[in-house]
């Protein structure tokens, strides 16, 4: 099928929600944004050779915490190829669009939650993480004391500033998380009110030490859910006083569902054990320049070395050829140099060391690096795993 593929510009754009709709289900009813245009994000869009829309894919201009240092980001959401072109390539040409579009503007790396990985993972995207979303029964929950020298409040908008700088205190020294700062962070909050039903504060002489945004759900019988996507503090003080506000919803709203961030100070609180899943959302990553990715991360001060490997790269031409990783003193840099290195990377096995998911050996187990000595290449996955906290 000939496909054209460009950015879709205003007129194109209710043709578009209702391809979304019909590739996700969506409500008939589209939000108030869906047909406007909205600054941070690039919206793509493939047309047969009678000028129908046959496929759509949106950038979204995030930045991921990496390390201490933000990156920018090409996140990739709203992928959608009509039921009569599917299995044509109309998605990967999507894809090569976006990413060249995606490398114009500076973009880093990418990360998306895909449908079906297949597709994605013969575009170059790899596994690597999940974004777990689990219900817990609110009385299971400890209760303490509340802490005399903590307040404990409702937040209001204009608690938002300190809100977004509290998770950036929690986020910024991990990987792959989210800024949730520029263009389109500030298009949603732009009408001034809460993203949820409530949120709490904790705070300690006054500074924010810890919050939890929630929305109520209905009812207050058995079936009843306190939906919480942020419970966040930065001291072990605020994260037991964020828990115990929590289990007091247990009379009205008996299961507490919630995604925990692995290894944080809330999360050392909960009874995890008695924890169900309630969904489970797969992420996939990979670079959209690796130098970039490489050069614009922070990495572990104590980490330092050099390697060479030979790099392919099906769909980003700019990344294939043969380069010179070295690491130190909390900074790093690809370099490319001549000829063909002993180690050959695919771009998903890159994906994978880079966000932490997998070691060398397994990569090169799994046939995406190949060579000897490949524990040579651990050192592109310095840094621990990634994690997402924001599903879009």
């Known amino acids: 099928m000939p496909t054209t593929v460009r950015e879709l510009t205003a007129d194109d ?39 129908r829309l046959v496929g759509k894919a949106v950038d979204l201009h995030h930045e991921q915490w990496w390390s201490g240092r933000a990156v920018p980001a090409a996140d990739v959401a709203g992928v959608a190829v009509a039921p009569e072109a599917r299995g ?22 990418s990360a998306l939650y895909p449908t079906v990985s297949a ?31 903590l307040t ?11 809100v977004t700088a509290l998770y950036e205190r929690v986020a910024r020294h991990r ?13 949603y909050a732009a009408d001034g009110g809460l993203p949820e039903d409530g949120l709490t504060l904790v705070e300690a002489a006054g500074d924010l030490v810890g919050y939890a945004s929630w929305t109520r759900g209905r ?29 007091s919803w247990a009379s009205v709203a008996p299961t507490l569902r919630l995604c925990p961030l692995d ?29 970039r990715a490489v050069s614009a991360r922070g990495w572990p001060a104590h980490t330092r070395g050099s390697v060479d490997f030979t790099l392919t790269d099906p769909l980003a031409e700019w990344n294939t050829g043969t380069w010179r990783l070295t690491v130190s003193d909390g900074a790093a840099e690809l370099t490319r ?42 050192l592109l996955g310095a840094g621990g795993p990634a994690h997402l906290l924001d599903y879009f």
Request: hydrophobic share 45%.
């Open 88 to 109: 044509r390539g109309v998605a990967r040409a999507l894809l090569t669009a976006l990413l060249r579009g995606a490398h114009e503007r500076g973009a880093a790396v």
């Open 175 to 187: 990987n792959g998380m989210l800024t949730r700062r520029g263009s389109l962070f500030d298009f």
């Open 219 to 247: 009812g207050y019988g058995a079936d009843s859910v306190l939906t919480v996507p942020d419970a966040l503090a930065v001291t072990a003080e605020a994260a037991r006083e964020l828990v115990g506000v929590l289990g």
């Open 263 to 291: 290894g944080d100070a809330v999360g050392v609180h909960l009874p995890l054990e008695a924890v169900r899943e309630h969904e489970r959302d797969l992420w996939m990553h990979r670079p959209v320049d690796v130098a």
């Open 119 to 149: 597709p994605y993972r013969a575009c170059g995207w790899e596994a690597a993480g999940v974004l777990r979303t689990v219900d817990l029964a609110t009385a299971a929950l400890p209760r303490h004391r509340p802490d005399p020298r």
């Open 152 to 162: 404990v409040r409702a937040g209001t908008p204009a608690d938002l500033p300190a």
């Open 13 to 51: 754009l209710t043709p578009a929600w209702d391809l979304g709709r019909l590739a996700f289900g969506s409500d008939p009813q589209p939000p108030p944004h869906a047909n406007r245009v909205v600054p941070g994000m690039a919206r793509y869009g493939a047309f047969d050779d009678t000028g």
């Open 337 to 378: 140099i001549t000829g063909e290195a002993a180690l050959r990377l695919s771009v998903r096995g890159f994906a994978l060391l880079y966000s932490g998911a997998a070691s060398a050996r397994s990569v090169a187990q799994a046939g995406l690096l190949h060579g000897d000595r490949v524990d040579a290449l651990d």
